[in-house]
């Protein structure tokens, strides 16, 4: 499917989606919100698909934040509506595991989207950060929330507050990203992490996704039941019994949960 604003395929059971717009850096605009919105959807019901990886194209951004012209028009009412969180949200629920391949600036929403993914991946001249406060906004994107909880409130407050970018050795030690590689690497890179995934059993990487992300917004007994509830449904499983089987008798497992 052809996007205007996107770059998509499927290899290997990895579905890539490159934001194609680095004239401005891979500006997130209403148009690249849609695109999304449409390749999601599509990927999401594409069994071919397994793990979802995105990135931006061109070596100087990732996504270098929303487009200045289309925010200096807003208003409250498209505060209200909130369509990037929106987008957000659903990529950070999506059915399929994602892993963002930062190659560049990822600022504002770029940062944003890239926190939406389960994983982050970033090349040697990555940088990151939320400089919203300079234009009398904040990170409405879900910057506010996944930051801290990423990183913590003191490092998260200091971060919006003044502005300021951190390199990717930077992010790596706070634990924003969980990889830096030399930039003629990072796609290599995130799709070997997007194969170690899909050699694992598909329900359960499902299932594990659903109570890390279930259990991290409610409290620890809460999430215990919730891990509980989604062992039982795997010990159920055909899955399961393809995994240990294979595993006792010393070969590749088959799984068919995907």
């Excluded at 959807?41 to 996504?63: P, Q, S």
Aim: with cysteine.
């Amino acid at each position: 499917m052809a996007y205007e604003t996107l770059l998509t395929d499927i290899q290997h059971g990895i579905g890539s989606i490159v934001v194609n717009r680095p004239d401005v850096r891979n500006a997130m605009n209403r148009r690249v919100m849609e695109d999304l919105h449409a390749a999601l959807d599509a990927f999401r019901e594409d069994d071919g698909v397994g793990v979802v990886v995105l990135t931006g194209a061109g070596e100087k951004a990732f996504v270098a934040g929303a487009d200045i012209g289309e925010l200096r028009e807003r208003t409250a009412r498209d505060g209200l509506a909130a369509r990037m969180q929106r987008l957000y949200d659903e990529i950070e629920g999506y059915e399929k595991p994602t892993v963002a391949a930062a190659n560049g600036y990822a600022l504002g929403g770029g940062l944003e989207l890239a926190m939406a993914c389960d994983i982050r991946i970033a090349s040697e001249n990555a940088r990151f950060g939320l400089p919203e406060t300079a234009l009398s906004i904040i990170p409405g994107a879900g910057g506010t929330q996944r930051l801290a909880r990423l990183v913590g409130k003191g490092r998260a407050l200091e971060m919006i507050l003044t502005g300021r970018a951190v390199d990717a050795e930077e992010a790596r030690a706070i634990g924003l990203v969980t990889k830096v590689v030399p930039q003629a690497e990072l796609v290599d890179a995130a799709r070997e992490t997007a194969g170690q995934i899909l050699s694992k059993g598909p329900l359960a990487v499902r299932l594990a996704r659903l109570a890390v992300q279930t259990g991290f917004e409610t409290d620890q007994k809460t999430g215990l039941v919730v891990e509980r509830l989604a062992q039982a449904l795997l010990y159920a499983s055909e899955d399961k019994r393809e995994g240990t089987s294979a595993f006792i008798e010393k070969r590749k497992p088959d799984f068919k949960g995907r």
